[in-house]
């Protein structure tokens, strides 16, 4: 056996050992037990649940942004029809986003786990640019043509921008993410 790896072995049992000295006595010192050690494994199914309920939610904010927005609006009598489809669409996007953090933060911080809305809301709004520029690259400013083929492309193309807020989301929340 060489010396690195008889070193590395006996750093690691002196590791254990230290831990395992160290953590009745910090759960004497506390009154409770010690949290775990590190940051929390990444669970598939937690990251698929953020990942459906962050994509779903930030549908739902959207609408519900939409439609708050319009009512509002009708109730201004001298509102132009076009600057309440705007804000409209602008509190509608606002509401996906936040909807979308929203949704991946909860799921996040189920059972012993927690991390930060702030996180989540940032990688919101990195899977958003991230989206437009998929969405300019692809398209630029040209009007798609009809037919069948690029109606599948577009729509696969949809899918996976309406995906990517979420996925930013959960990426943020993820690398905030620390037990309770």
């Given at each position: 056996?060489?010396?690195?790896?008889?070193?590395?072995?006996?750093?690691?049992?002196?590791?254990?050992?230290?831990?395992?000295?160290?953590?009745?006595?910090?759960?004497?010192?506390?009154?409770?037990?010690?949290?775990?050690?590190?940051?929390?494994?990444?669970?598939?199914a937690r990251i698929a649940g953020?990942?459906?309920?962050?994509?779903?939610?930030?549908?739902?904010?959207y609408f519900a942004g939409r439609?708050?927005?319009?009512?509002?609006?009708?109730?201004?009598?001298?509102?132009?029809?076009?600057?309440?489809?705007?804000?409209?669409?602008?509190?509608?996007?606002?509401?996906?986003?936040?909807?979308?953090?929203?949704?991946?933060?909860?799921?996040?911080?189920?059972?012993?786990?927690?991390?930060?809305?702030?996180?989540?809301?940032?990688?919101?709004?990195?899977?958003?640019?991230?989206?437009?520029?998929?969405?300019?690259?692809?398209?630029?400013?040209?009007?798609?043509?009809?037919?069948?083929?690029?109606?599948?492309?577009?729509?696969?193309?949809?899918?996976?921008?309406?995906?990517?807020?979420?996925?930013?989301?959960?990426?943020?929340?993820?690398?905030?993410?620390?037990?309770?």
């Amino acid at each position: 056996m060489s010396s690195h790896v008889l070193r590395d072995r006996v750093l690691a049992v002196a590791t254990a050992v230290a831990v395992c000295c160290a953590a009745p006595a910090a759960a004497q010192v506390s009154g409770g037990t010690p949290p775990p050690p590190g940051r929390p494994d990444l669970e598939p199914a937690r990251i698929a649940g953020e990942l459906v309920v962050g994509a779903y939610a930030g549908i739902g904010g959207y609408f519900a942004g939409r439609f708050l927005a319009d009512e509002a609006f009708r109730l201004i009598p001298t509102a132009h029809e076009r600057t309440r489809e705007d804000a409209a669409f602008v509190v509608g996007v606002l509401g996906a986003g936040f909807a979308t953090a929203a949704g991946v933060t909860a799921i996040g911080n189920v059972g012993d786990q927690t991390g930060s809305f702030q996180a989540s809301l940032i990688g919101t709004g990195a899977g958003v640019l991230a989206g437009v520029f998929i969405n300019q690259l692809i398209y630029g400013h040209a009007r798609l043509p009809r037919g069948r083929e690029s109606s599948r492309i577009r729509w696969l193309e949809a899918s996976l921008e309406a995906l990517l807020p979420s996925i930013g989301a959960t990426i943020g929340f993820n690398s905030s993410r620390r037990f309770k």
